[in-house]
């Protein structure tokens, strides 16, 4: 009898627990969209955009008449969700996987956000393929370039890193957008990766010959951050 009760109260605690978590992470699941022929999530409307990613978007800084670089854009549903939040700003949407980056990926993502915000999207984009060492980019054209959630990815970290100064501005602005592991040598769960510390990170643009210059962590209600933008200009 108390082994069936002690069975009974594990599974009642693990259920529990699953409810639990399903309601945590459900709030920020219902306000994307999930369309079966296209890849990434889209906000269902532009008050879900901007209550889920607005301390990015005031980070970022985006400005009118900006040039703008996403490496690894991929899906370009982050980029499209930045760009209807502002107006006159060029994207130029890079990656090396043509597979899901293709043009009627990016004219979805587009014309998602178009219609979201209503009145037409003026910020427009350019769609560039680069390879492993090289993003293709043209040099010496942008005033921000993101990587977001996928420098761990890169296999030529350092000759990468050399390309993009390169295609900066004088006084252009390199974001760093990555998770950061609970202790040293942790490997990512997705795709089994090393991830950086903050500290790692840093020393490595920094040998790299980028300056770190400010960042903002995300802590997701645990004390330590789990995900930081790093800010560096060369």
């Not at 370009?76 to 043009?103: G, M, N, P, Q, R």
Request: proline share 3%.
């Amino acid at each position: 009898m108390e082994k069936n009760q002690a069975i009974f109260f594990i599974l009642a605690k693990l259920t529990f627990t699953a409810i639990f978590l399903t309601l945590i992470f459900s709030t920020h699941a219902q306000k994307l969209e999930i369309f079966k022929t296209y890849c990434g999530g889209f906000y269902k409307s532009m008050d879900d955009l901007r209550k889920m990613q607005q301390k990015e978007i005031d980070f970022y800084d985006f400005r009118s008449g900006q040039t703008i670089a996403s490496i690894g854009a991929q899906c370009c549903h982050w980029e499209a969700a930045y760009a209807a939040t502002t107006d006159s700003v060029t994207f130029y949407l890079e990656d090396i996987d043509s597979s899901k980056f293709k043009k009627s990926q990016v004219e979805f993502a587009w014309n998602y956000y178009s219609t979201l915000r209503v009145r037409p999207m003026t910020s427009d984009y350019k769609m560039i393929i680069g390879d492993e060492r090289s993003t293709s980019l043209p040099e010496n054209t942008f005033d921000k370039i993101l990587i977001i959630n996928n420098f761990h990815e890169v296999t030529f970290q350092a000759e990468m890193l050399a390309d993009i100064k390169k295609k900066l501005k004088p006084g252009g602005i390199l974001y760093i957008d990555e998770a950061l592991p609970k202790r040293q040598g942790e490997l990512r769960g997705i795709c089994n990766k090393p991830m950086l510390t903050n500290e790692e990170t840093i020393a490595f643009f920094e040998k790299n010959g980028f300056e770190y210059l400010n960042g903002i962590d995300f802590n997701f209600r645990q004390k330590n951050p789990t995900r930081k933008i790093f800010v560096f200009r060369i």
